[in-house]
Protein backbone atom coordinates (compact mmCIF):
# COMPACT_ATOMS: atom_id res chain seq x y z
CA UNK A 1 0.00 0.00 0.00
CA UNK A 2 1.51 3.43 -1.17
CA UNK A 3 2.14 5.48 1.88
CA UNK A 4 0.71 9.01 2.42
CA UNK A 5 2.67 12.19 2.23
CA UNK A 6 2.65 14.04 5.31
CA UNK A 7 0.88 16.71 5.97
CA UNK A 8 3.99 18.64 7.95
CA UNK A 9 6.79 18.44 5.36
CA UNK A 10 4.08 20.38 2.77
CA UNK A 11 5.03 23.71 1.65
CA UNK A 12 2.76 26.57 2.59
CA UNK A 13 2.13 27.17 -1.03
CA UNK A 14 0.49 24.35 -1.83
CA UNK A 15 -1.17 23.44 1.54
CA UNK A 16 -3.22 26.89 0.66
CA UNK A 17 -4.22 25.05 -2.69
CA UNK A 18 -5.15 21.50 -0.55
CA UNK A 19 -7.03 23.10 1.74
CA UNK A 20 -8.91 25.78 -0.84
CA UNK A 21 -10.21 22.47 -3.21
CA UNK A 22 -10.74 19.94 -1.44
CA UNK A 23 -13.17 19.22 2.03
CA UNK A 24 -11.62 18.15 5.35
CA UNK A 25 -12.63 14.48 4.82
CA UNK A 26 -10.50 14.48 1.25
CA UNK A 27 -7.48 15.76 3.15
CA UNK A 28 -7.34 13.03 5.86
CA UNK A 29 -7.93 10.36 2.95
CA UNK A 30 -5.10 11.85 1.16
CA UNK A 31 -2.47 12.63 3.87
CA UNK A 32 -1.17 11.83 6.97
CA UNK A 33 0.12 14.04 9.59
CA UNK A 34 2.59 12.17 11.80
CA UNK A 35 1.12 10.19 14.27
CA UNK A 36 -1.62 11.87 14.83
CA UNK A 37 -4.86 9.78 14.47
CA UNK A 38 -8.11 11.09 12.08
CA UNK A 39 -9.89 12.80 14.46
CA UNK A 40 -7.16 14.68 15.80
CA UNK A 41 -5.51 15.64 12.21
CA UNK A 42 -9.07 17.46 11.26
CA UNK A 43 -9.29 19.38 13.82
CA UNK A 44 -5.59 20.56 13.13
CA UNK A 45 -7.01 20.92 9.43
CA UNK A 46 -9.61 22.85 11.05
CA UNK A 47 -7.77 24.90 12.87
CA UNK A 48 -5.36 25.91 9.92
CA UNK A 49 -8.00 26.69 7.51
CA UNK A 50 -9.49 29.07 10.48
CA UNK A 51 -5.77 30.63 10.98
CA UNK A 52 -5.02 30.99 6.98
CA UNK A 53 -8.57 31.84 5.17
CA UNK A 54 -7.17 29.84 2.34
CA UNK A 55 -10.32 31.14 0.00
CA UNK A 56 -9.48 35.21 0.71
CA UNK A 57 -5.93 34.63 -0.64
CA UNK A 58 -6.01 35.11 -4.48
CA UNK A 59 -3.55 34.17 -7.08
CA UNK A 60 0.04 32.91 -6.31
CA UNK A 61 2.05 34.35 -3.21
CA UNK A 62 4.39 37.32 -3.36
CA UNK A 63 7.56 37.62 -1.76
CA UNK A 64 9.54 39.81 0.38
CA UNK A 65 12.39 39.89 2.54
CA UNK A 66 16.26 39.77 1.89
CA UNK A 67 19.02 37.88 3.95
CA UNK A 68 19.80 38.86 7.57
CA UNK A 69 23.39 40.17 8.03
CA UNK A 70 25.30 39.38 11.21
CA UNK A 71 23.84 42.96 13.19
CA UNK A 72 22.08 39.91 14.99
CA UNK A 73 24.86 38.06 16.22
CA UNK A 74 26.79 41.34 16.89
CA UNK A 75 23.91 42.75 19.25
CA UNK A 76 23.90 39.89 20.74
CA UNK A 77 26.89 39.10 22.48
CA UNK A 78 26.91 42.21 24.28
CA UNK A 79 24.24 40.48 26.16
CA UNK A 80 27.20 38.13 27.45
CA UNK A 81 29.48 38.39 30.12
CA UNK A 82 33.33 36.42 29.75
CA UNK A 83 32.01 33.63 31.35
CA UNK A 84 29.20 33.34 29.34
CA UNK A 85 31.17 33.47 26.08
CA UNK A 86 33.82 30.60 27.53
CA UNK A 87 31.05 28.22 28.45
CA UNK A 88 29.49 28.22 25.50
CA UNK A 89 32.62 27.08 23.38
CA UNK A 90 32.53 24.54 26.14
CA UNK A 91 29.02 24.06 24.90
CA UNK A 92 30.10 23.50 21.46
CA UNK A 93 32.55 21.07 22.19
CA UNK A 94 31.05 18.92 24.65
CA UNK A 95 28.10 18.52 21.88
CA UNK A 96 30.61 17.75 18.70
CA UNK A 97 32.74 14.98 21.41
CA UNK A 98 29.07 13.67 22.30
CA UNK A 99 27.85 13.68 18.78
CA UNK A 100 31.19 11.99 17.11
CA UNK A 101 30.90 9.62 19.90
CA UNK A 102 27.84 8.84 19.03
CA UNK A 103 28.05 8.33 15.10
CA UNK A 104 32.22 7.19 15.28
CA UNK A 105 32.47 5.40 18.77
CA UNK A 106 36.15 3.88 16.95
CA UNK A 107 37.12 7.34 15.82
CA UNK A 108 37.04 9.48 18.75
CA UNK A 109 39.13 10.57 21.53
CA UNK A 110 37.99 7.84 24.23
CA UNK A 111 38.24 11.64 26.38
CA UNK A 112 37.53 15.56 26.12
CA UNK A 113 40.33 17.47 26.81
CA UNK A 114 39.50 21.03 26.58
CA UNK A 115 42.35 23.76 27.50
CA UNK A 116 41.89 27.68 28.22
CA UNK A 117 44.92 29.51 28.64
CA UNK A 118 45.38 32.94 29.09
CA UNK A 119 48.73 34.67 28.53
CA UNK A 120 47.93 38.35 30.70
CA UNK A 121 51.53 39.77 28.79
CA UNK A 122 50.10 39.69 25.44
CA UNK A 123 46.40 39.63 25.64
CA UNK A 124 45.70 36.36 24.27
CA UNK A 125 43.41 33.34 24.87
CA UNK A 126 43.69 30.15 23.63
CA UNK A 127 41.07 27.23 23.61
CA UNK A 128 41.58 24.00 22.38
CA UNK A 129 39.95 20.81 22.47
CA UNK A 130 39.96 17.41 20.74
CA UNK A 131 36.57 17.07 19.58
CA UNK A 132 36.96 15.52 16.46
CA UNK A 133 37.89 18.69 14.43
CA UNK A 134 36.18 20.52 11.47
CA UNK A 135 36.79 19.70 7.66
CA UNK A 136 37.12 22.48 5.31
CA UNK A 137 33.48 22.50 4.00
CA UNK A 138 32.14 22.72 7.60
CA UNK A 139 34.02 26.00 8.49
CA UNK A 140 31.21 27.89 8.35
CA UNK A 141 29.49 25.81 11.47
CA UNK A 142 32.58 27.94 13.25
CA UNK A 143 32.23 31.72 12.55
CA UNK A 144 28.83 32.01 10.46
CA UNK A 145 25.36 32.57 12.29
CA UNK A 146 22.82 30.10 11.37
CA UNK A 147 25.30 27.16 9.76
CA UNK A 148 25.64 24.07 12.59
CA UNK A 149 25.35 20.42 12.57
CA UNK A 150 23.30 20.62 15.36
CA UNK A 151 19.60 19.91 14.78
CA UNK A 152 16.19 20.82 16.91
CA UNK A 153 15.96 17.31 18.69
CA UNK A 154 19.71 16.80 19.39
CA UNK A 155 20.10 16.16 23.18
CA UNK A 156 22.61 19.22 23.23
CA UNK A 157 23.56 21.91 25.59
CA UNK A 158 25.12 24.62 23.02
CA UNK A 159 22.83 27.58 21.60
CA UNK A 160 21.29 26.26 18.27
CA UNK A 161 23.84 27.64 15.61
CA UNK A 162 24.81 30.83 17.58
CA UNK A 163 26.70 30.29 20.71
CA UNK A 164 30.05 29.70 19.31
CA UNK A 165 30.12 32.38 17.15
CA UNK A 166 28.31 34.84 19.67
CA UNK A 167 31.47 33.83 21.78
CA UNK A 168 34.09 35.11 19.34
CA UNK A 169 32.28 38.27 19.20
CA UNK A 170 32.26 38.88 22.55
CA UNK A 171 36.00 38.10 23.45
CA UNK A 172 37.98 38.89 20.49
CA UNK A 173 39.36 41.53 18.50
CA UNK A 174 40.85 39.14 16.17
CA UNK A 175 40.84 35.27 16.04
CA UNK A 176 43.02 32.32 14.44
CA UNK A 177 41.17 29.07 14.12
CA UNK A 178 43.03 26.03 13.42
CA UNK A 179 41.37 22.45 13.15
CA UNK A 180 42.70 19.18 12.41
CA UNK A 181 39.52 16.98 10.65
CA UNK A 182 39.86 13.31 12.12
CA UNK A 183 37.93 12.01 8.91
CA UNK A 184 36.67 8.44 10.28
CA UNK A 185 36.39 7.21 6.71
CA UNK A 186 40.87 7.61 7.10
CA UNK A 187 41.05 8.51 3.56
CA UNK A 188 43.06 11.83 4.04
CA UNK A 189 44.62 14.05 6.82
CA UNK A 190 44.77 17.87 6.73
CA UNK A 191 44.32 21.09 8.79
CA UNK A 192 43.55 24.55 8.06
CA UNK A 193 43.22 28.06 9.68
CA UNK A 194 40.62 30.44 9.49
CA UNK A 195 41.59 34.32 9.83
CA UNK A 196 39.31 36.53 11.45
CA UNK A 197 40.41 39.90 11.32
CA UNK A 198 39.09 42.76 13.16
CA UNK A 199 37.64 44.24 10.15
CA UNK A 200 35.53 40.92 9.32
CA UNK A 201 34.51 41.14 13.01
CA UNK A 202 32.84 44.67 12.69
CA UNK A 203 31.82 44.10 9.17
CA UNK A 204 27.98 43.56 8.97
CA UNK A 205 27.67 42.20 5.55
CA UNK A 206 30.71 40.45 5.62
CA UNK A 207 30.19 36.25 5.26
CA UNK A 208 32.64 35.14 3.57
CA UNK A 209 36.61 34.97 4.77
CA UNK A 210 39.66 33.46 4.33
CA UNK A 211 41.35 30.00 5.26
CA UNK A 212 44.69 28.53 4.71
CA UNK A 213 45.69 25.02 4.30
CA UNK A 214 48.95 24.49 7.16
CA UNK A 215 52.48 22.81 6.85
CA UNK A 216 52.89 19.98 9.35
CA UNK A 217 49.23 20.75 11.02
CA UNK A 218 50.21 23.24 12.24
CA UNK A 219 51.11 21.43 15.55
CA UNK A 220 47.85 19.96 16.30
CA UNK A 221 47.33 16.37 16.48
CA UNK A 222 43.77 14.16 14.53
CA UNK A 223 40.80 15.84 15.90
CA UNK A 224 42.25 19.01 17.37
CA UNK A 225 41.25 23.08 17.21
CA UNK A 226 42.42 25.65 18.83
CA UNK A 227 41.44 29.39 18.58
CA UNK A 228 43.81 31.58 19.99
CA UNK A 229 42.34 35.14 20.23
CA UNK A 230 43.75 38.59 20.69
CA UNK A 231 41.34 40.03 23.77
CA UNK A 232 39.62 42.99 22.90
CA UNK A 233 41.26 46.37 24.73
CA UNK A 234 40.74 47.14 28.03
CA UNK A 235 41.81 49.78 30.27
CA UNK A 236 44.57 48.86 32.58
CA UNK A 237 42.83 49.05 35.74
CA UNK A 238 39.79 47.11 34.35
CA UNK A 239 41.86 44.42 32.30
CA UNK A 240 40.24 41.08 33.39
CA UNK A 241 42.88 38.60 32.26
CA UNK A 242 45.32 40.34 35.10
CA UNK A 243 43.14 40.18 38.29
CA UNK A 244 43.18 36.96 40.02
CA UNK A 245 39.73 37.63 41.31
CA UNK A 246 38.15 37.86 37.45
CA UNK A 247 40.20 34.33 36.54
CA UNK A 248 38.67 32.65 39.78
CA UNK A 249 35.22 34.17 39.64
CA UNK A 250 35.10 32.49 35.71
CA UNK A 251 36.78 29.35 37.17
CA UNK A 252 33.72 28.87 39.51
CA UNK A 253 31.30 29.51 37.13
CA UNK A 254 32.74 26.79 34.78
CA UNK A 255 32.66 24.39 37.64
CA UNK A 256 28.89 25.18 38.71
CA UNK A 257 28.19 24.77 35.16
CA UNK A 258 29.84 21.77 34.31
CA UNK A 259 29.56 20.26 37.56
CA UNK A 260 27.19 17.58 37.14
CA UNK A 261 27.79 16.58 33.50
CA UNK A 262 31.58 16.57 34.76
CA UNK A 263 30.64 13.99 37.24
CA UNK A 264 28.39 11.78 35.34
CA UNK A 265 30.70 12.14 32.05
CA UNK A 266 34.24 11.31 33.63
CA UNK A 267 36.06 11.65 30.61
CA UNK A 268 35.11 15.50 30.01
CA UNK A 269 38.31 17.59 31.09
CA UNK A 270 38.66 20.95 31.59
CA UNK A 271 41.46 22.64 32.39
CA UNK A 272 41.45 26.98 33.41
CA UNK A 273 43.35 29.34 33.70
CA UNK A 274 46.32 27.40 32.56
CA UNK A 275 46.56 23.66 31.30
CA UNK A 276 47.92 22.34 34.13
CA UNK A 277 44.94 23.79 36.18
CA UNK A 278 42.05 21.41 36.28
CA UNK A 279 38.72 21.99 37.31
CA UNK A 280 36.61 19.46 39.49
CA UNK A 281 32.92 19.20 40.59
CA UNK A 282 32.61 20.17 43.85
CA UNK A 283 28.69 18.61 44.08
CA UNK A 284 29.11 17.90 47.82
CA UNK A 285 29.48 21.58 48.95
CA UNK A 286 26.88 22.75 46.22
CA UNK A 287 24.22 20.62 47.97
CA UNK A 288 24.76 20.57 51.50
CA UNK A 289 22.09 17.67 51.33
CA UNK A 290 21.33 16.20 54.96
CA UNK A 291 22.57 12.47 55.42
CA UNK A 292 20.32 11.94 58.43
CA UNK A 293 19.43 8.00 58.97
CA UNK A 294 18.99 5.57 62.04
CA UNK A 295 16.23 3.73 61.25
CA UNK A 296 13.30 5.90 62.99
CA UNK A 297 14.35 9.01 60.36
CA UNK A 298 15.45 9.24 57.11
CA UNK A 299 15.75 12.65 55.10
CA UNK A 300 18.94 11.74 52.91
CA UNK A 301 18.29 12.82 49.66
CA UNK A 302 15.76 11.21 47.22
CA UNK A 303 15.76 11.16 43.30
CA UNK A 304 12.63 10.62 40.84
CA UNK A 305 12.96 9.91 37.33
CA UNK A 306 9.45 11.08 35.62
CA UNK A 307 9.66 9.46 32.20
CA UNK A 308 7.45 11.48 29.32
CA UNK A 309 6.84 12.26 25.89
CA UNK A 310 5.74 16.11 24.56
CA UNK A 311 4.22 16.84 20.97
CA UNK A 312 6.54 19.16 18.79
CA UNK A 313 5.80 19.35 15.36
CA UNK A 314 3.54 16.56 14.92
CA UNK A 315 5.82 14.14 16.26
CA UNK A 316 6.19 12.65 20.13
CA UNK A 317 9.25 13.23 21.69
CA UNK A 318 10.51 11.14 24.79
CA UNK A 319 11.79 13.04 27.86
CA UNK A 320 12.77 12.80 31.50
CA UNK A 321 12.50 15.08 34.29
CA UNK A 322 15.08 14.27 36.77
CA UNK A 323 13.94 15.75 40.02
CA UNK A 324 16.38 15.11 43.17
CA UNK A 325 15.19 16.65 46.50
CA UNK A 326 16.21 17.12 49.77
CA UNK A 327 17.10 18.41 53.32
CA UNK A 328 20.09 20.73 54.12
CA UNK A 329 22.05 20.61 56.90
CA UNK A 330 21.97 23.89 57.92
CA UNK A 331 19.05 26.94 57.35
CA UNK A 332 22.03 29.53 56.66
CA UNK A 333 22.80 31.45 53.33
CA UNK A 334 25.49 32.70 51.65
CA UNK A 335 26.62 33.48 48.24
CA UNK A 336 28.04 29.68 47.31
CA UNK A 337 25.46 27.75 49.42
CA UNK A 338 21.56 28.09 50.29
CA UNK A 339 18.28 26.90 49.93
CA UNK A 340 16.81 26.61 46.08
CA UNK A 341 16.66 24.78 43.27
CA UNK A 342 19.08 24.58 40.43
CA UNK A 343 18.06 24.11 36.63
CA UNK A 344 19.48 21.76 34.57
CA UNK A 345 19.43 21.03 30.54
CA UNK A 346 20.95 17.90 29.96
CA UNK A 347 22.77 18.02 33.05
CA UNK A 348 23.91 21.28 32.25
CA UNK A 349 23.14 24.56 34.87
CA UNK A 350 21.91 27.31 33.56
CA UNK A 351 19.70 28.85 36.66
CA UNK A 352 20.80 28.79 40.31
CA UNK A 353 19.10 28.60 43.37
CA UNK A 354 15.71 28.57 42.09
CA UNK A 355 13.14 29.70 44.77
CA UNK A 356 10.07 30.30 42.38
CA UNK A 357 9.13 27.57 40.60
CA UNK A 358 8.01 25.13 43.27
CA UNK A 359 7.05 28.37 45.66
CA UNK A 360 3.35 27.08 46.00
CA UNK A 361 4.55 23.26 46.85
CA UNK A 362 6.93 24.43 49.35
CA UNK A 363 7.09 25.95 52.91
CA UNK A 364 7.41 29.25 53.92
CA UNK A 365 10.32 30.50 56.49
CA UNK A 366 12.31 28.74 58.08
CA UNK A 367 11.13 25.32 56.67
CA UNK A 368 11.36 26.67 53.10
CA UNK A 369 15.21 27.55 54.08
CA UNK A 370 16.30 23.72 54.62
CA UNK A 371 15.06 22.84 50.97
CA UNK A 372 17.83 21.90 48.14
CA UNK A 373 17.48 19.98 44.85
CA UNK A 374 17.38 20.27 41.33
CA UNK A 375 15.74 19.82 38.58
CA UNK A 376 17.01 18.12 35.35
CA UNK A 377 15.24 17.83 31.99
CA UNK A 378 17.13 14.99 29.72
CA UNK A 379 15.58 15.09 26.06
CA UNK A 380 15.39 17.27 22.89
CA UNK A 381 17.16 20.83 23.08
CA UNK A 382 14.05 22.48 21.84
CA UNK A 383 12.16 21.48 25.19
CA UNK A 384 15.01 22.69 27.67
CA UNK A 385 13.00 26.19 29.22
CA UNK A 386 15.92 28.09 29.33
CA UNK A 387 16.80 31.02 27.37
CA UNK A 388 19.32 31.54 23.95
CA UNK A 389 22.28 32.59 26.60
CA UNK A 390 21.00 29.93 28.92
CA UNK A 391 21.12 31.87 32.31
CA UNK A 392 17.74 32.38 32.76
CA UNK A 393 14.25 30.11 33.42
CA UNK A 394 11.64 30.61 30.75
CA UNK A 395 8.79 29.96 32.63
CA UNK A 396 5.93 30.56 29.89
CA UNK A 397 6.99 26.91 28.34
CA UNK A 398 4.68 23.86 28.50
CA UNK A 399 7.10 21.60 30.08
CA UNK A 400 7.50 23.88 32.94
CA UNK A 401 3.20 23.70 33.52
CA UNK A 402 3.20 19.80 33.89
CA UNK A 403 6.10 20.18 36.20
CA UNK A 404 4.33 22.79 38.41
CA UNK A 405 0.85 20.69 37.59
CA UNK A 406 1.03 17.22 37.34
CA UNK A 407 -0.04 15.23 40.37
CA UNK A 408 2.93 13.22 41.30
CA UNK A 409 5.51 15.34 40.85
CA UNK A 410 3.75 17.81 43.25
CA UNK A 411 3.11 14.55 45.43
CA UNK A 412 6.94 14.31 45.64
CA UNK A 413 7.23 18.39 46.89
CA UNK A 414 4.40 17.42 49.21
CA UNK A 415 5.79 15.12 50.98
CA UNK A 416 8.85 16.78 51.35
CA UNK A 417 7.16 19.58 52.59
CA UNK A 418 5.44 18.37 55.48
CA UNK A 419 8.80 16.75 55.96
CA UNK A 420 10.60 20.22 56.59
CA UNK A 421 7.90 21.78 57.96
CA UNK A 422 7.83 18.98 61.06
CA UNK A 423 11.84 19.50 61.40
CA UNK A 424 11.26 23.39 61.83
CA UNK A 425 9.09 23.18 64.58
CA UNK A 426 11.75 21.81 66.59
CA UNK A 427 13.79 23.93 69.36
CA UNK A 428 16.51 25.26 67.06
CA UNK A 429 18.95 22.89 69.26
CA UNK A 430 17.07 19.73 68.25
CA UNK A 431 16.93 21.17 64.75
CA UNK A 432 20.82 21.33 64.25
CA UNK A 433 21.13 17.76 66.11
CA UNK A 434 18.79 16.39 63.56
CA UNK A 435 20.15 17.37 60.19
CA UNK A 436 23.36 17.79 60.96
CA UNK A 437 25.27 14.96 59.24
CA UNK A 438 26.64 15.53 55.95
CA UNK A 439 25.22 13.28 52.98
CA UNK A 440 28.48 12.45 50.72
CA UNK A 441 26.93 13.26 47.30
CA UNK A 442 29.22 12.32 45.02
CA UNK A 443 32.48 10.02 46.08
CA UNK A 444 35.41 11.98 45.60
CA UNK A 445 37.48 8.45 45.42
CA UNK A 446 35.19 6.38 42.31
CA UNK A 447 33.82 9.71 40.63
CA UNK A 448 30.29 8.32 41.42
CA UNK A 449 27.13 9.93 42.01
CA UNK A 450 25.36 7.86 44.67
CA UNK A 451 21.64 9.20 45.85
CA UNK A 452 19.95 7.43 49.00
CA UNK A 453 16.38 6.93 47.13
CA UNK A 454 16.22 6.47 43.66
CA UNK A 455 13.24 5.72 41.17
CA UNK A 456 11.52 5.81 37.80
CA UNK A 457 8.20 6.34 37.06
CA UNK A 458 6.05 7.27 33.85
CA UNK A 459 3.63 10.40 33.73
CA UNK A 460 1.02 11.42 31.26
CA UNK A 461 1.27 15.17 30.26
CA UNK A 462 -2.13 15.37 29.33
CA UNK A 463 -3.32 13.43 32.29
CA UNK A 464 -3.94 16.08 35.65
CA UNK A 465 -5.70 13.33 38.37
CA UNK A 466 -5.27 9.98 39.35
CA UNK A 467 -1.11 10.45 38.85
CA UNK A 468 -0.61 10.22 42.49
CA UNK A 469 3.22 8.62 43.33
CA UNK A 470 3.37 4.88 43.84
CA UNK A 471 3.20 3.89 47.28
CA UNK A 472 6.69 1.93 46.70
CA UNK A 473 8.09 5.73 46.20
CA UNK A 474 10.22 6.78 49.37
CA UNK A 475 8.69 9.13 51.69
CA UNK A 476 10.50 11.06 54.21
CA UNK A 477 10.47 9.28 57.61
CA UNK A 478 10.21 10.95 60.48
CA UNK A 479 9.27 8.99 63.23
CA UNK A 480 11.58 10.24 65.56
CA UNK A 481 11.32 13.67 65.11
CA UNK A 482 9.16 14.92 67.75
CA UNK A 483 8.83 17.73 70.32
CA UNK A 484 8.57 17.58 74.42
CA UNK A 485 4.60 16.38 75.51
CA UNK A 486 4.75 19.81 77.23
CA UNK A 487 5.25 21.50 73.54
CA UNK A 488 3.20 19.35 72.09
CA UNK A 489 -0.50 20.41 71.79
CA UNK A 490 -3.62 19.44 71.29
CA UNK A 491 -4.86 19.09 67.72
CA UNK A 492 -8.39 19.72 66.77
CA UNK A 493 -9.89 18.79 63.53
CA UNK A 494 -12.33 20.28 61.70
CA UNK A 495 -14.03 18.93 58.22
CA UNK A 496 -15.90 21.55 55.90
CA UNK A 497 -17.88 21.13 52.40
CA UNK A 498 -16.02 21.99 48.96
CA UNK A 499 -18.27 25.53 49.26
CA UNK A 500 -17.19 26.23 52.75
CA UNK A 501 -13.53 25.57 51.97
CA UNK A 502 -13.93 27.83 48.72
CA UNK A 503 -15.47 30.58 50.64
CA UNK A 504 -12.45 30.22 53.83
CA UNK A 505 -9.88 30.27 50.95
CA UNK A 506 -11.48 33.15 49.27
CA UNK A 507 -11.71 35.01 52.41
CA UNK A 508 -8.13 34.43 54.05
CA UNK A 509 -6.65 35.03 50.37
CA UNK A 510 -5.31 31.40 49.86
CA UNK A 511 -5.04 30.29 46.35
CA UNK A 512 -4.16 26.20 45.36
CA UNK A 513 -5.64 23.57 44.89
CA UNK A 514 -8.16 22.64 48.22
CA UNK A 515 -7.02 19.51 47.88
CA UNK A 516 -3.10 20.36 48.28
CA UNK A 517 -1.39 19.73 51.62
CA UNK A 518 0.02 23.13 51.35
CA UNK A 519 -3.62 24.97 50.42
CA UNK A 520 -5.11 22.53 53.86
CA UNK A 521 -2.20 23.90 55.83
CA UNK A 522 -2.67 27.61 54.98
CA UNK A 523 -6.37 27.25 55.63
CA UNK A 524 -5.61 25.41 58.74
CA UNK A 525 -3.56 28.26 60.10
CA UNK A 526 -5.55 31.31 59.04
CA UNK A 527 -8.95 29.92 60.87
CA UNK A 528 -6.54 29.28 64.31
CA UNK A 529 -5.24 32.42 64.11
CA UNK A 530 -8.47 34.08 63.38
CA UNK A 531 -10.11 32.32 66.07
CA UNK A 532 -7.53 33.28 68.60
CA UNK A 533 -8.15 36.85 67.70
CA UNK A 534 -12.02 36.58 68.32
CA UNK A 535 -11.31 35.13 71.35
CA UNK A 536 -8.52 38.00 72.14
CA UNK A 537 -11.06 40.63 71.47
CA UNK A 538 -13.96 38.33 73.68
CA UNK A 539 -11.90 38.73 76.41
CA UNK A 540 -10.81 42.32 76.32
CA UNK A 541 -14.25 43.67 75.93
CA UNK A 542 -15.31 41.79 79.14
CA UNK A 543 -12.43 43.60 81.01
Known sequence: ???????????????????????????VADYRSGDLDDRMFRELLAREIALWQPNLAEGLAKHAGNPPNKEVVLGAWRDL???????????????????????????????????????????????????????????????????????????????????????????????????????????????????????????????????????????LHRGQTRYVMQLRPEPISACWY???????????????????????????NIYFPKRGTKIKPALNSRYDFSGATNGAIDIRPQRVEFETELDYQGQRHKLIIEVVIGCRI?????????PGFDLYGNDRLF?????????????????????????????????????????????DREIIDLIRTNPAIKNLFENWSEALQQISRLDRGEITKTINVPYELLNEKTHQLSFAHSDRIEINPTKKRGQKLPETIFKPVLASVRKDKKN???????????DEA??????????????????????????????????????????
Do not use: C
Open 1 to 27: MKTKPDWNVVNHAEKLKVLRDNSLEQI
Open 81 to 219: DRSEALLELIDNSIDAWNRRRAEYPDKSAPELNIYIDVDSDTGQLAYEDNAGGVPAEKLVNLVVPGHSDTGAFAHSIGSYKTGGKKAIFRLAQAVNIATRFWNPAETGDSAVAVHLDEHWLTDVNEYTFPYFDLKDYGG
Open 242 to 268: KNPGELEKISREIKDTYGLLMARQGAI
Open 330 to 338: TTASRDDVG
Open 351 to 395: TQRDERLFYEQLPKGQAGSLARGWVNILGSNVFIPWDTHKRHLNT
Open 488 to 498: KGVTLNMAFTV
Open 502 to 543: RRLAAYFQISGPLDAAQTKRGLSDKAKEHLIELLQAKRAKRA
